[in-house]
């Protein structure tokens, strides 16, 4: 899936638009929804400091959903201390979840992962993690919301 920055008419309007799903908001509109913090994360491409997320000792079984749009994106069974700070897994839920990108923000080149409903930036994954993928998933806590088993998950905003 392919992300693109379109802008209407109006100042500010920036959508984040995927090419299947034509009904994203607009930049504005998840500013006016979202706390600054996570706003910054998922739609500036921001990092949130180490340790810093109490989603770190989340031990519960559960769902982990965008904190934007609420798509599932991740599950408890695939969570492990990574020892990074930043909650992590070893797979999304689904490969529909997620859409990759290279990032050339540091020296060497990464892959960037965003919701593939909303296009909030999530983090990086990195090839360095355990069995059964040997990936890292390494989130970024305040771009994540748990849903524990039993709860009902929210209905998607988009």
Not at 14 to 39: A, C, G, V, Y
Not at 125 to 137: A, L
């Amino acid at each position: 899936m392919i992300l693109r920055a379109v802008a209407d008419e109006r100042p500010d309007s920036t959508r984040l638009q995927n090419e299947d799903d034509m009904s994203s908001k607009t930049i504005e509109e998840w500013k006016r929804i979202l706390p600054r913090e996570r706003f910054d994360i998922l739609f500036r491409d921001k990092t949130e400091p180490a340790g810093s997320s109490p989603l770190n000792d989340e031990k519960r079984g559960g769902t982990y959903i965008c904190a934007a749009c609420y798509q599932p994106l991740f599950s408890s069974d695939d969570k492990f201390d990574s020892g990074t700070g930043w909650p992590s897994f070893t797979r999304p839920i689904s490969d529909e979840a997620i859409d990759t990108k290279k990032d050339f923000k540091l020296i060497w080149p990464r892959t960037e992962y965003h919701c593939s409903n909303c296009g909030g930036h999530q983090g990086h994954v990195f090839d360095d993690g355990p069995e059964p993928t040997g990936q890292r998933w390494c989130n970024n806590g305040l771009a994540l919301e748990f849903v524990a088993e039993g709860e009902e998950l929210p209905e998607l905003r988009a």
